[in-house]
């Protein structure tokens, strides 16, 4: 059975970076609350509103008819991009009001505490709803049983939070934060990456197991999707990220320990994007069962 | 209220194409698009194999999952339970196509030619087609059946109902017990495909027996 052919990558680029904007996000007010370097919570929320508007650009690049973009707000009710368009636009909204009132151009929420806080929190809240509505979303897609599993929301979330914190990582390096901070940041990575790994293997073994998904997982263990997933997800999203990981906090010391953390972030945030594409190509539909017979579908 | 439906009996089937071709010359529609397609179906290994054609159209369902997830909200439901889609309001996005577990959603980028010429122009009756086409649908969004309401306002059957030479498809009201469908459904034990989805198809199958 052939898998949908119409979300490609310029979804999966949108899933991602949506899990990387929202990810990012919530790393720098995790990292606010936690009291770490005001530079690295700062990143993180600085970061979260162009990689989440970036992915809506190609979000509408993706549409048959662009012009009618707008219109995606219309049926909350029902449609999961009904809500998430709405829940995006809140998270940008309110991580514009975040920057401009700490970040640039003013600076008034550095002594306002209280004030930020209340921000961090309602941030966080459509952070998290912008990370894991994606998933609901492919879940509502009934026919398609590797998608429509409750892992789902919970891969994303997972991969959404484990590339954010990298690429905050990644950035505070770049810039030259200090790097107090960082080391508890890529602790945190390196527990997330290893959650990762259990919820991706729960997943698959999941999808496997039920036989409606069994040939999506077939598909994408050893089928026409295996090398981007072994070789995507597997080593450069997963287990070259690890390895990195621990070289660099407790192999090594110094500027070569510096460079495993920085290969291990891009590692990372490269597999997360090849997840959301290997997911979308897994899709399969369910076959029209009539008598004896199966039939695939042709639309899609 | 009238509720359309269909009932396709698939011992009479024998899989011409007629259904297609009927559909494809009533509602104008390009490559790609098969409002009334066929979809062929073999099981099992000679010497005992066999086939089956299995008619599809767009089971109009009673609980669409195409309407529930459309954003825009240009997939629609008439009092008849036809789901039709406003060409003005849909964006594109794909999604009723991922969630219509019945594969009867379509949308094309371009209008395609099935008779190419050397000049790339188009004669009298392709232009036709093409404008009729873009009366009611357009490009980059999502398209499907709507059992032929045109036709039926009129009083008048379904394209696919009147072409097929084997009289294996029936247009009715299935909420009047006393139609010729619902006693058909009744008396030859109709089924709906994949009733696990929990939509209610309108589209109901007389076992090939």
């Known amino acids: ?300 | 209220m009238v509720k359309y439906g269909f009932v396709i009996d698939l011992k009479r089937c024998y899989g011409c194409y007629s259904c297609t071709a009927a559909c494809k010359a009533a509602n104008n529609t390009p490559m790609g698009v098969d409002f009334a397609k066929c979809i062929s179906g073999e099981t099992g290994t000679f010497p005992t194999s066999q086939r089956q054609m299995l008619p599809t159209l767009c089971m109009q369902c009673e609980d669409p999952e195409c309407k529930a997830v459309c954003p825009t909200g240009a997939t629609m439901q008439n009092e008849n339970g036809v789901v039709t889609v406003d060409k003005n309001l849909c964006m594109g996005c794909g999604y009723c196509m991922m969630a219509c577990p019945y594969g009867q959603r379509y949308k094309i980028s371009t209008w395609k030619t099935y008779f190419p010429s050397a000049t790339g122009e188009l004669d009298a009756y392709q232009s036709y087609s093409k404008n009729k086409w873009e009366e009611k649908n357009g490009y980059g969004i999502a398209s499907k059946c709507d059992f032929c309401l045109q036709r039926v306002k009129e009083g008048r059957l379904p394209a696919c109902v009147e072409a097929c030479p084997a009289k294996a498809r029936f247009f009715g009201d299935i909420n009047d017990p006393e139609s010729e469908v619902s006693i058909l459904i009744r008396r030859d034990r109709g089924f709906q495909l994949n009733p696990e989805f929990g939509t209610n198809p309108s589209v109901y199958y007389l076992p090939a027996r």
């Open chain 1, 1 to 300: 059975m052939k898998a949908q052919t119409k979300w490609g990558w310029l979804i999966a680029i949108y899933l991602f970076l949506a899990g990387l904007g929202g990810g990012a996000y919530i790393a720098g007010v995790l990292a606010d609350f936690a009291g770490l370097t005001t530079g690295i919570s700062q990143i993180g929320v600085f970061l979260g509103l162009p990689c989440v508007f970036l992915g809506c650009m190609f979000l509408i690049a993706d549409l048959g008819k662009p012009i009618n973009f707008w219109r995606a707000y219309m049926k909350p009710r029902t449609s999961w991009i009904a809500r998430g368009t709405i829940i995006i636009t809140v998270f940008m909204i309110i991580d514009f009001i975040h920057i401009i009132l700490w970040i640039w151009p003013f600076d008034l929420l550095a002594s306002a505490v209280g004030t930020r806080y209340f921000i961090n929190i309602l941030g966080l809240i459509f952070a998290f709803g912008t990370v894991i509505y994606t998933g609901l979303l492919l879940g509502a897609s009934r026919p398609i049983a590797f998608w429509s599993t409750a892992m789902l929301p919970l891969l994303f979330l997972v991969s959404a939070l484990s590339t954010g914190f990298m690429v905050v990582i990644l950035s505070s390096s770049v810039i030259g934060v200090p790097k107090e901070g960082l080391g508890l940041l890529e602790r945190i990575d390196i527990i997330l990456i290893i959650l990762e790994i259990f919820v991706i293997a729960f997943y698959l073994q999941a999808t496997h197991r039920v036989s409606e998904s069994r040939a999506s997982a077939q598909l994408v263990l050893s089928g026409s999707v295996a090398p981007l997933f072994w070789f995507g997800v597997a080593v450069l999203g997963l287990l070259f990220p690890l390895l990195f990981d621990l070289i660099g906090l407790y192999g090594l010391s110094g500027s070569s320990a510096h460079i495993f953390i920085l290969l291990a972030s891009v590692s990372g945030i490269i597999g997360g994007l090849i997840l959301r594409q290997v997911v979308l190509k897994g899709g399969i539909h369910a076959p029209l069962k009539s008598g004896r017979f199966e039939y695939g579908l042709t639309n899609v």
